[in-house]
């Protein structure tokens, strides 16, 4: 696969995909597929994550404490690693999410029309 | 974590491919599509892997570990591209280790830049040595100042305890060591008390003298040491490795010396001061301080110092002197070649980059990123540059050494030369930039490849591109091996010029040295006259020697002894201003012995004593200036601050090279002869023993010698004969201000030669290799191995002759601009077309035979295994 055709997806920064899988976890504790189907389907499939880029994010994420993983079994009897929300990254999330807030808030004013 | 990241990767993927199979994809295309979303596995765990690791460190190592694995599997271009670079860079490692010991590291003194050296001037000379009563007023009267001392530079025999030797010797003020901030490994320095006429007769010993003659015990202070005859009880030991200017094995007060210098005002006898600024003051506030003063004593004592100034200076200028600016050219001449090492592995570099383009197309479609790509050869260009450095440092400390076998005389400070931490670091700093200079090109050509195109073509590649890079930079060697051939090539000049100057007197069959007449012969002026006249006679009664006498100064030697002079009795007003003549005192025989003319009159006789009238013989320049139509015989001529005469003009000898054979009008140039045994009793004493015995000889010294010596210590067993020199060496160091950046960039030349024409050949070498196939296809056509050789040689010269042309433009610039090496020629000039005719047509054909070699080779290409090479 060329490198190219990578770089058509939008490329999400590293700190909203650590955003959207703290929001997705918001609502339990889930394997590292379900996280990446969560997001698609939330979105609506606008936001088509390389899925792969889930996993540097999840340790990233495990190394701030953010989140911890814990061994369970999943829907259909597999093994699989369950990543779970911890208190500092509930806090980490509010926080997070009123700067995201902030942000597009901004972005949106600026690309308003000047109103009268 | 990352031991299950493998598995968690492979679980989720099954996961995404069912879900695909529940969507109703084929089983295949399911996990195809799984696939696809999923990414780029590498990089993925690279990323995971990544985020717990301090990054770069972890990278480095890895590409530390792949660049090693590089070199060993290329051994043949590591060997050549390593030593390349351990000579390049040792050489600059020896040559910055020379200049940052004499020029930039700072002296051994306590705050070193607040110490200056304060001369007295006047119209005629910008330095003169200091008055000793002046001094005494300066330092009475100076504020600037926080501490002054003087001191004199001498030589002393030592006669006890242990065998006599002669010593050099200082004598200095009492606070000389205090000024200087140094203390003293044990006892204390001179007080005031001491430092006067009459003080006891102490003295301070060198650490060296101090383990030589006292085993370094503790209880030597007390002792005695006998010097000139006279005991002097031992108060202080100076530290390891202590001096200034010379370094001294004894120091004794100044103020305990010959009152007639000390005394006299207008005596200007050797005496060196030297000053601490106070805090807060500026040299240039102390030099209009001291001006004041000294014009204050001109107005007090307008005998003694009318027109006299002061000039303040740094102690550090003083010290290193004029070799600073030849030490700078020397250190930019190496660097040339450290340039031309580069461009050779540069050269090497760009080779194997070609040679790995595929390999590089295949992992940058893999994936890799282009960034850690570059980074990776860079630190493979930095490892060879670290390995050259290490080797060269061994290199380095062989160069020290050679260099210091070049000229140990001139290099003021040499004690200081050494690889020491300042020269690692410069290696240090020196290796990275040499690493990420050659490293750059190759770097950004192979992480630009594209892999499409390089994966299609053979595994030759383009090499276009790296052809022009390629000539360009052995151009570029050329021009600069000229360079420096040429400069090697005006300096040889220079040296073989002054060789063939007539100095005005016989080079060969000349003899000189020293003897430390014994002192218990020299209680009077007159037992003094004997002794030397008794001494002189048993020398010229050895066998074997033709003539020999005394005189106070010898030619080239770099010493001075000019004074004021006038003629029949026109004493000039003010003493300073007065023109000036080099006086020689010598004996009747000395004209003889050194082979000088006597164009008029006669010379000096054993008649010639104190008792019968004085007489002078003057040499031509002076008759020229001051009798240009008149007889100077019969004339009278004066001459001296204390002055002599007026004395009867008798003869007229030739002029002699005193300052140097390239001798210019800047200097003094009138000369005078006065008769040793006609110099007044009050100065026997003190002018006797510095003379120096000339002798004339057509024996070889080393046969002589012994004889010399039986027939001294025969006249008395503690007098030591020393500064043993044939004429032959004594002009040979007159020029050695030249012959050291002779030699030096004589094998800077040598050595970028060497580089030069072995990257020319392996330049023409690889391109010849490149071209197989179109060679082939020519000899194919028709071409003979004649063609072939034009056609490879030709390339190769074309190089050559652009490179000549630039070199010899930038040579005509750099040696007429940079004035610390046209100062240094003789007898050339800085365009001399003979020196860059021959110099490029050597060069030329060096070039010539390197490319010959690779020629050769590619006129015996078969056509029909060259076609089939890819």
Known sequence: MSTREIGKRIELLQGTLDLLILQTLLLGPAHGHAIAKAIEFKSDDILQVEQGSLYPALHRLIKRRWISVEKGVSENNRRAKFYRLTPIGRRQLVIETSKWDKLAGAIARILQPASK | MLEDLD????????????????????????????????????????????????????????????????????????????????????????????????????????QPDRLVMA??????????????????????????????????????????????????????????????????????????????????????????????RFNAGPGVLGESVTLDGVDYSIVGIAPSGFRLEDDADVYTPLGDGDPLVLNDRGAHDGIFSIARLASGVTISQSQAE???????????????????????????????????????????????????????????????????????????????????????????????????????????????????????????RSENIGINSSVLLFTFGVSLAVGILFGLAPALKSSHADPQTALKEGSRGSTSAHHRTQSTLVIAQMALTLLLLVGAGLLLQTIRHLWSVNPGFDTQHIVTFKVGVSHSLMKTASSTKVAYQQLIERIRQIPGVQAADFTGLVPLTGQSGTMPFWINSQKPASLQGAPRVVMFLTGPDYLRAMGIPLLQGRFFTPQDTTRSPCVIVIDSVLAHNYFPHSDPLGQTLSAGFSPVGPCRIVGMVGHVKQWGLDDSNSNIQNQAYFPLYQDPDKWVMTNYPDTTIVLRTALETATLMPSIKA????????????????????????????????????????????????????????????????????????????????????????????????????????????????HLLYGVSTNDPLTFVTISLALTMVAALACYLPARRASQIDPMVALRYE
């Open chain 2, 711 to 822: 027939a001294v210590y025969g006249a008395g067993s503690d007098q030591p004969v020393f500064a043993v020199q044939t004429m032959q060496q004594i002009v040979a160091d007159s020029m050695s201000s030249r012959r050291f950046p002779m030699i030096l960039l004589e094998a800077f030349a040598v050595l970028a030669l060497l580089l030069a024409s072995v990257g020319i050949y392996g330049v023409i070498s690889y391109s010849v290799t490149q071209r197989t196939n179109e060679i082939g296809i020519r000899v194919a056509l028709g071409a003979k191995k004649r063609n072939i050789l034009q056609l490879v040689v030709g390339q190769g010269l074309r190089m050559v002759l652009v490179g000549l042309a630039i070199g010899c433009v930038a040579a005509l610039i750099l040696t007429r601009l940079l004035s610390s090496f046209s």
């Open chain 2, 7 to 110: 598995q968690d990767i492979r679980d989720h993927l099954e996961r995404e491919t069912l879900d695909n199979i529940e969507r109703g994809m084929s089983p295949e295309a399911a996990r195809h599509a799984a696939v696809r979303k999923f990414g780029n596995v590498m990089r993925i765990q690279e990323d995971a892997r990544a985020v717990w690791t301090t990054v770069w460190l972890e990278q480095l190592l890895e590409d530390i570990r792949f660049g090693l694995r590089m070199l060993r599997k290329h051994p043949g271009f590591t060997i050549v591209a390593v030593l390349t670079l351990a000579l390049g860079i040792g050489a600059n490692s020896a040559m910055y280790s020379v200049v940052q010991g004499v020029v930039f590291a700072p002296l051994h003194y306590f």
């Open chain 2, 290 to 412: 001291m001006s004041a003063i000294q014009n204050r004593l001109d107005q007090l004592y307008p005998d003694a110092n009318r027109d006299l100034g002061i000039y303040v200076q740094p102690l550090k200028e003083e010290v290193v002197g004029n070799v600073g600016g030849t030490l700078l050219l020397l250190l930019g001449a190496v660097g040339l070649v450290l340039l031309i090492a580069c461009a050779n592995v540069a050269n090497l570099l760009l080779a194997r980059s070609a040679a790995r383009k595929r390999e590089f197309a295949v992992r940058v479609a893999l994936g890799a990123n282009r960034i850690r790509l570059v980074r990776q050869l860079f630190t493979e260009s930095l490892l060879l540059s670290f390995s050259g450095a290490s080797l060269g440092l061994l290199t380095a400390i062989l160069g020290v050494r050679l260099v210091f076998a070049a000229a140990p005389e001139i290099l003021p």
């Open chain 2, 119 to 212: 001369w007295e001037n006047n119209p005629r000379f910008p330095r003169v040595f200091v008055s000793y009563p002046n001094f005494l007023d300066w330092q009475h009267t100076s504020r600037s100042f926080q501490q002054m001392a003087a001191f004199m530079e001498q030589g002393v025999d030592l006669t006890a305890p242990g065998s006599p030797e002669h010593l050099k010797a200082k004598k200095i003020s009492a606070g000389f060591f205090g000024t200087l901030g140094t203390g003293l490994s044990l006892g204390r320095e001179f007080s005031p008390e001491v430092d006067r006429r009459g003080g006891a007769p102490v003295a301070i010993i060198s650490n060296r003298l101090w383990r030589n």
